[in-house]
């Protein structure tokens, strides 16, 4: 079946600019995450959806970072005002959750900010 | 929160060796503990898991050993090959905290033909 499927795959964008990242999750899978992965380093929290509860938010590093989700479906990430630091790959991925499992990944979206 | 702490960074190893990779966290609260393999632009896949309530689990080349007494967690790999070079990152995971993963650093382990 489809795995995890992420949107733009690239983004370039020039320092200033709002950007939109779009996440599909598996089928069925009721939790979602984002991470960010800058380059070299590990995977950092961002935010975690699980069902209809309210989002953990706790990883966005300062306001210009927000994220919502439709239900148990879509996510979008979307960063305001970009700055140079946001540079970075955005992963996505989902579980059958909420009990720990496997999670899915997407394949990232590699996003650079001029 | 929890700390999850990957050792070596890099690693490399002659094809046929063993690999070991290490982690430990701080939370006794853990209860799960994935691996994951990065290929280049890829994202993360699981290759093998371990819950709290085992010490070890193998999975062909792959093993995977856990002391809840110390707080570390070993990833095993043997007979290596090439398509075994990427990057791993060991995780952690607190069941009541909403299921968020802690991530450690990765390790990036080159096989040398």
């Known amino acids: 079946g489809a795995g995890v499927s992420q949107s733009p795959s690239n983004k370039v964008t020039e320092k200033g600019k709002d950007v939109e990242l779009r996440c599909d999750p598996i089928?069925?899978?009721?939790?979602l995450y984002w991470y960010r992965q800058r380059l070299g380093q590990g995977l950092e929290f961002l935010i975690y959806?699980?069902?209809?509860?309210?989002?953990?938010k706790s990883g966005l590093p300062s306001d210009r970072f927000s994220a919502e989700r439709t239900g148990e479906s879509v996510s979008t990430l979307t960063i305001q005002r970009t700055q140079q630091e946001d540079s970075a790959v955005y992963l996505c991925?989902?579980?059958?959750?909420?009990?720990?499992?496997?999670?899915?990944f997407g394949p990232g979206t590699r996003l650079l900010v001029l | 929160g929890e700390n999850v702490e990957q050792h070596p960074s890099t690693l490399s190893v002659q094809e046929g060796d063993s690999a070991v990779i290490k982690c430990t966290y701080s939370?006794?609260?853990?209860?799960?503990f994935p691996w994951y393999k990065q290929e280049l632009g890829k994202g993360p896949q699981l290759i093998i898991d371990i819950r709290s309530n085992v010490g070890e689990k193998k999975d062909q080349r792959i093993a995977v050993t856990l002391n809840k007494t110390a707080k570390h967690f070993s990833l095993h790999i043997t007979e290596t090959q090439p398509e075994d070079s990427a990057v791993y990152f060991c995780a952690a995971s607190i069941s009541h905290t909403g299921n968020q993963f802690y991530f450690g650093t990765g390790t990036s382990l080159t096989v040398i033909p």
């Open positions: 939370d006794s609260a853990s209860n799960y």
């Open positions: 959806f699980q069902g209809n509860s309210a989002p953990d």
């Open positions: 089928s069925g899978h009721t939790a």
């Open positions: 991925a989902s579980s059958s959750g909420p009990a720990p499992g496997d999670l899915y």
